[in-house]
Structures are given as C-alpha cells and as structure tokens.
C-alpha cells in the first residue's frame, strides 16, 4: 500500500497536520493557496511588494491561529477573511485612507453599473487598481468579498453611508474609466 502524504489527504486531515505544525503540510497549504490569496492581496495593494508582505503575513497568521478555525463554514473563506484583514491592516499602514462623502446623497437613478464588454479580468482588476485607495477597498469588500455595508463599516471604522457612498463614487469612477478606453459609452 503507497504511503499517504500531504499532498492527497483530505482537508480535515490536513488541517489536523497543520494543528501538529507539520511543514509539509504547511508548504502543501501555501503551494496550494498562494496564487488565489496573493490575487486577493494585490486587488487591495498596489505595489507587488506589498501585496507579497500582506501574503507571507496572512499564512504566518493562518499557521499561527489555525486551532482557532473551528471548522463551521468554509475553511478557504476562514483563511480569505484573514488575507483579506492583513491586507487592510497593510493599506492603511501604507496609504491613508481617506472616505469622504459622509454628507453624499446618491442620485435617485437606478444602479445600472454592469461590466459585460468585451473586457477582460486582467482589464478589470487594473482598473480597480486606478481606483483611490477608499474607493478600491469598499469596492473590492463589497463586490468582490460579498461582504454588506455594516460589516465593511465596522472593519473600516466608518459610517454604513460613508461605505454606502464610497461604492457609488467607485462604480462612477469606473464607469469613467471604462468610457475613456471606449469600452463603454
């Protein structure tokens, strides 16, 4: 009978090697989750360096806290909200966040915001990335993340309005941005 490596077990075992600070099962996580979660990490960071501090800082956090995952819900969704955290935590270290627009009243029109076009993913993740860094984040949380306005305002330490208004001016942004390569009109 071959022998079980970490490679082919399952994810509750898995974890349990992780639990045990196994390194293979420790690189086996990085290998496998590196790519996805440094794409998360570089839609909230700018510079690539930065996106690569947010990404070793996460999996440090992961390997660190993983009794802390209690194995309700999705054990890829635990560790994305970590990214997720260190990235932020990085952002506002490096750049200020600044969200104007408490006093903002969106226009009484419909959202019609939608990206069909013949736009690609890379095209869209480098317009995000034009984004102002307020704007970029509550886009990518709301968006991206899934997450609701309360709890993007409770992560941010603002209003449920200022996040509310910080999607409005990101989508008009972008809208913008779309208009001036001619993707739409």
């Known amino acids: 009978m071959p022998k079980t490596t970490t490679l082919d077990v399952p994810e509750h075992q898995l974890i349990e090697l992780l639990r045990m600070q196994d390194r293979t099962a420790q690189k086996r996580l990085y290998d ?41 819900g999705s054990f890829e969704g635990w560790m994305r909200r970590i990214m997720v955290n260190e990235a932020l935590m ?16 969106p226009p ?4 019609s915001f939608n990206i069909e076009a013949d736009i690609s993913v890379r095209e869209i993740l480098l317009l995000i990335e ?16 899934g997450m609701k306005h309360q709890e993007i305002a409770d992560m941010l ?16 942004k972008m809208r913008k941005l779309l208009a001036m390569k001619g993707i739409v009109s």
């Open 32 to 72: 496998r989750y590196s790519p996805l979660f440094f794409s998360v990490c570089r839609r909230y960071l700018k510079r690539r360096e930065d996106a690569e501090e947010a990404l070793v800082s996460g999996f440090f956090k992961i390997f660190d806290q993983i009794d802390r995952f209690e194995g309700a």
């Open 90 to 105: 990085l952002l506002r270290k490096r750049e200020s966040l600044v969200f104007p627009g408490d006093a903002f009243t």
């Open 108 to 111: 009484d029109t419909a959202d």
């Open 130 to 145: 034009d984004l102002p860094a307020g704007y970029r984040t509550v886009f990518n949380l709301y968006v991206l993340e």
């Open 157 to 172: 330490g603002i209003s449920i309005n200022t996040s509310k208004s910080q999607l409005i001016l990101a989508k008009e």
